[in-house]
């Protein structure tokens, strides 16, 4: 964790003195899972680019009054999740990433920490053969995350890729923290069928 501060604070030191190479960095870090936690807000993949570049402006714009009270991955996702939901209103929409419904059927498939109890069995079985098919079970992955419904797909992006802590997604998303794990399991769940699928 220190070497992510360290490298945090080094991109932050460029983005302020508008080096390109930092500003390059942060973008190929964020950009995709924001397009998808966008497009789990506005349920519009159109709309969702345009207000991840929206998005990307404004930290240009604002980059000089960062706090640091936050990561400055959570900093951004908050912009974007902001901007995605004040499109939503403007436009008379009605999306919530919110769940009521507690689905304990998942909980067998994971630990008290959210790990797996039983390894999905591509990963029980990874041979030679499989490394080399890496590049078509990360697409296969890529595209199992994009099928997730929206709740699950931004809680997965924030949480999972992103590893914004638990506060940080829930008030991004506007969720309880406990919708926030059902949602991630879920997510997991959804993912581990699709490997065990491929894997077969």
């Known amino acids: 964790m220190p070497d992510k501060i360290k490298t945090d604070a080094s991109l932050l030191r460029g983005l302020i003195a508008g080096d390109r190479a930092a500003f390059e960095t942060v973008y190929r870090q964020h950009n995709a899972s924001m397009v998808r936690v966008a497009s789990a807000i506005l349920r519009n993949r159109a709309s969702a680019e345009e207000i991840t570049q929206e998005t990307w402006i404004a930290v240009l714009r604002n980059i000089g009054g960062f706090e640091g009270r936050s990561?400055?991955?959570?900093w951004i996702f908050t912009i974007l999740s902001n901007k995605a939901k004040t499109r939503v209103k403007r436009d008379g929409l009605s999306v919530s990433?919110?769940?009521?419904?507690?689905?304990?059927?998942?909980?067998?498939?994971?630990?008290?920490?959210g790990r797996w109890r039983d390894m999905p069995e591509l990963w029980d079985e990874m041979t030679p053969d499989r490394v080399v098919d890496g590049r078509q079970v990360l697409a296969?992955?890529?595209?199992?995350?994009?099928?997730?419904?929206p709740a699950q797909r931004a809680v997965l992006v924030l949480r999972g890729q992103q590893e914004l802590d638990a506060a940080d997604v829930c008030e991004i998303l506007g969720i309880t923290?406990?919708?926030?794990?059902?949602?991630?399991?879920?997510?997991?769940?959804s993912l581990r069928q699709s490997l065990d699928r491929i894997g077969r």
């Open 71 to 74: 990561s400055l991955a959570g």
């Open 140 to 149: 296969h992955v890529s595209a199992a995350i994009d099928q997730l419904p």
């Open 177 to 189: 923290d406990s919708n926030m794990r059902v949602l991630l399991h879920r997510a997991r769940f």
């Open 97 to 113: 990433l919110d769940t009521s419904t507690n689905d304990d059927s998942m909980d067998d498939a994971f630990d008290g920490r």
